[in-house]
């Protein structure tokens, strides 16, 4: 059983930083594949970042050149995505899912592509 877990979501000024980590386990094909949602509420679930198996990345225009996501795997137990976010902007508050899945969906920003949901993790930016 896949499991993914999300963390390091909570307050910050605009401007400022955060990075959300999560960890998948065990590493599969079918999550090989991974990536950072968001949803606030009265919207609906939106992709905001992904990467691959190579280090491909895609990211949403609302966070390009602010939002850079990177990933870090030892062995085929586990592999650890980070989403780090810069020069927050009010807008960015939601709560942030990260999610897996295997090609060939790899570069989809559909969350009903996704296999594999973490719990989610509150980020708030105040103005």
């Known amino acids: 059983q896949v499991q993914v877990v999300e963390a390091g979501g909570g307050s910050v000024q605009a401007g400022g930083s955060l990075r959300l980590s999560c960890i998948v386990s065990?590493?599969?094909?079918?999550?090989?594949?991974m990536a950072w949602f968001r949803q606030a509420p009265g919207k609906e679930r939106e992709g905001v970042a992904g990467?691959?198996?190579?280090?491909?990345?895609?990211?949403?225009d609302s966070v390009k050149g602010r939002f850079t996501i990177s990933q870090f795997s030892l062995d085929n137990a586990k592999n650890t995505v980070y989403l780090h976010m810069n020069v927050t902007e009010p807008a960015d508050s939601a709560m942030y899912y990260c999610?897996?899945?295997?090609?060939?969906?790899?570069?989809?920003?559909?969350?009903?592509?996704?296999?594999?949901w973490g719990q989610g993790t509150q980020v708030t930016v105040s103005s």
């Open positions: 065990p590493y599969t094909y079918s999550g090989s594949c």
């Open positions: 990467i691959d198996t190579g280090g491909q990345t895609w990211y949403a």
């Open positions: 999610a897996a899945t295997g090609p060939p969906h790899c570069y989809s920003r559909r969350a009903v592509d996704f296999n594999y």
